[in-house]
């Protein structure tokens, strides 16, 4: 019996770019409206039923409605597309009803574990367009590949999605063509970007790994991440800070201020955002703008975290709170400009695919404490960040101060092991 693809040991992601027909286009939009539409119908009837248990008197009325909500989320799907006949046209791919009440369910799961990201949020109808199916392969399929379930490669261009038929993409990395045999398709997800770019992400499984292992380098290295220079390691080594965002960042400040002139005159006139022609150009270009830094900085961390993965057998990094440092407003736009944890993200799931060890310790001191003796900088003698280079008063040794605390890591994380 063929595995699932939880049973798989291998998962890999690969996510390219499709070039639609306007039928496909209309049938895309259809199905992204659908996903979104079913999603706010859990969330509000989940919300209609915790209200309404809040009220203590028994009214008949109340407890008929809960009662009826209650059944109704026994059995979403059905519940949902009795009420709302329209579900059922033939337009709509069925996998993605399914697929949208599965990410509702996940939401709070994600929730209850974490408890940081809040409690399931209705979504918003933008510029942007989503929606998930799942790759089936029937009952006579015994070794299922990539070319024969109900999503599949039909050759090295085209595609075979449910509802929206044979699709042209770009193309996919060499390595997953030459072992597609071996290679299962799971969920997957077509989307829309602001700009109007069409994509497919695939989530794919296999017995076999997507990556050679790499060789035993036996070099380890820390990295220290700052914002005088993007990063430097244990060895010296120092990587500029491309500062992505500044470049760019009076262009699309000018862009935006003539976006929002022409919103304000569209509203005046009393006419939709949507229908104005001149407001949908300007957009366009904003959100171009826009993806070009957000393509530019991914290309860069991408870049350095395969470079480390690759020619280290562990890496070790400090572990940085994003969420608690942007509230110094002073750096707030530098270090989103970074993409820190972007990074660090990069090298966990790289790490585990390349076979590789990847640490993240605790930054305490880090940058205070002499890497020749161990003395803590504190009290009047503490470095600020004006302090870029010093000389350790216990031992007398000189330190650039990004290369001490990137020593300092890497000793953290061989103390850990």
Known sequence: MAKTMAQLPYHYGVKVRVFPSTEQKRLIKRNSDASRFIYNQMNGMNNDLFWLKQVKIPITIILNRIADLTERLKKPSTAISNIHGWLNHPDFDSLMKANAIKN????????????????????????????????????????????????????????????????????????????????RIGTTTVSMDACGHYFVSLQLGSTHPFVAKQRVTKSKVGIDLNLDNFLTDSNGQVIANPRYYRMIKEKLAKAQRKLSRRARRVKKSRRRLSASKNYQKQRLLVAKLQLKVANQRKNFLHHISTALIKNHDLVVAEELRSKNMLRN?????????????????????????????????????????????????????????????????????????????????????????
């Open 104 to 183: 509702y369910k996940t939401a709070w799961k994600l929730f209850r574990q974490v408890h940081q990201a809040g409690t399931p949020k209705f979504h918003k109808r933008g510029y942007t367009q989503t929606y998930q199916t799942s790759c089936l392969y029937g009952a006579k399929v015994t070794v299922p590949t990539m070319s024969n379930g109900s999503v599949r490669l039909n050759d090295v261009h085209h595609l075979q999605l449910p509802k929206l038929g044979r699709i042209r993409f770009k193309g996919l990395p060499s390595k997953i063509l030459g072992q597609a045999d071996d290679i």
């Open 329 to 417: 407003h002073a750096l707030a736009m530098s270090i989103t400009d970074v993409g820190w944890r972007t990074l660090l993200s990069m090298l966990s799931y790289k790490a585990e695919l390349y076979g590789r060890k990847f640490l993240t310790v605790n930054p305490r001191n880090t940058t205070q404490t002499c890497s020749h003796c161990g003395h803590i900088m504190i009290g009047k003698n503490k470095l600020t960040l004006a302090d870029r280079k010093w000389t350790c008063p216990n031992c007398g040794v000189f330190h650039v101060r990004d290369h001490n605390a990137a020593k300092n890591i890497l000793a953290k994380g061989l103390a850990t092991l």
